[in-house]
């Protein structure tokens, strides 16, 4: 039997201590990252920071593995009881459950232009044209009621004279829309060119008649935030460099792929939505924070349905930004 001399026997040695060490390092790491599960109303455009955080792996680089959960119309409800810990939607909703004292707290101001289009049967051809119809938008006080009070407003129309119907998730009103089942929708991209291409009449732009106000936000529940503060922190960091990444009109290509990938939509919808969304609207915020002037234009719509009651309480009940202050760097 060959004898291994001393260094030979030196060098497996410190071989195997090396195997351990980079095995221990890697169990390290795995066990270090922190399960987020984030809850939002479908999948789609509004999500594309997220698809692209995960494609690049630089939610797990910052110690967190997220859980994309579709939830529709609870992401507000489900953060609040704790079965979610971030949560996406209009912002009224999560307005609502602070102010009724749910363990909630606004992380990061998401889309800051209202993304949508209001699409019509071929026969109405102007805004005027939807008094007595029935129209489809999120909910009896979704922010796209917000909208669409604003988008009307303009042709003297009220609410009351319309008639609503009630679907969270755009997909849902197109099809609403495309059956027959409603005279209008408000939509937002791909479904807005799906319904153009179908021969529906384009009404307009909600962004022309409301500017600069605020549309989906993120809220975390607080008691998990005050445990996994570092956690959310690094959510967010990959959160906002997605969002720069985004915005590089050279990553268009690739921000496209992600969005077929995830979202399931035609290819051409999805870099029309780029298009749109992206280089027109610009609809992502650039840093997460909310100004003074949309807090009041946000609040005020809700004062006028009667959630809120003024004095208004100061943006630090509803929001912490302290989270895209530190990561949006």
Not at 117 to 136: E, M, N, Q, W
Not at 164 to 178: G, H, N
């Amino acid at each position: 039997m060959p004898r291994i001399n001393k260094s030979a026997r030196l060098n497996v040695a410190f071989f195997v201590v090396g195997l351990i060490v980079c095995a221990a390092s890697l169990i390290g790491r795995a066990s270090a990252e922190t399960k987020i599960v984030e809850g939002f109303v479908s999948h789609g455009a509004l999500q594309w920071p997220e698809y692209i955080a995960t494609e690049f792996g630089w939610f797990k680089e910052n110690g967190v593995d997220v859980d994309m959960v579709v939830v529709g119309a609870g992401a507000a409800q489900q953060v609040a009881a704790g079965a979610l810990n971030l949560g996406y939607t209009g912002f009224p909703d999560f307005i609502r459950a602070i102010d009724q004292g749910a363990p909630v707290k606004i992380v990061i101001n998401a889309i800051t232009a209202p993304p949508y289009a209001v699409y019509s049967r071929p026969a109405i051809k102007k805004i005027a044209d939807l008094k007595g119809k029935t129209v489809s938008i999120g909910g009896t006080k979704d922010v796209t009621l917000i909208y669409m009070e604003a988008f009307i407003g303009s042709a003297g129309l009220k609410a009351s004279d319309l008639d609503f119907v009630y679907a969270k998730a755009t997909q849902d009103r197109l099809a609403a829309l495309l059956s027959g089942g409603v005279d209008a929708a408000i939509l937002y991209p791909p479904s807005t060119f799906r319904a153009g291409a179908a021969g529906y009449t384009d009404l307009g732009d909600i962004e022309a008649y409301l500017r600069n106000f605020p549309f989906t936000v993120w809220a975390a529940n607080t008691t998990w935030a005050a445990k996994n503060g570092e956690a959310l922190l690094g959510y967010i960091r990959a959160y906002s460099r997605a969002v720069r990444w985004l915005y590089d009109s050279k990553n268009k290509d690739q921000a496209v792929d992600f969005l077929v990938k995830y979202s399931k939509q035609d290819r051409r919808d999805s870099a029309d939505t780029y298009d749109y969304f992206v280089s027109k609207l610009r609809a992502f915020s650039a840093d997460g924070r909310i100004s003074s002037e949309s807090y009041q234009s946000m609040t005020d719509a809700l004062v006028r349905w009667g959630d809120l009651s003024k004095p208004v309480p100061p943006i630090s009940k509803f929001f912490d930004l302290s989270f895209v202050e530190r990561a949006w760097k």
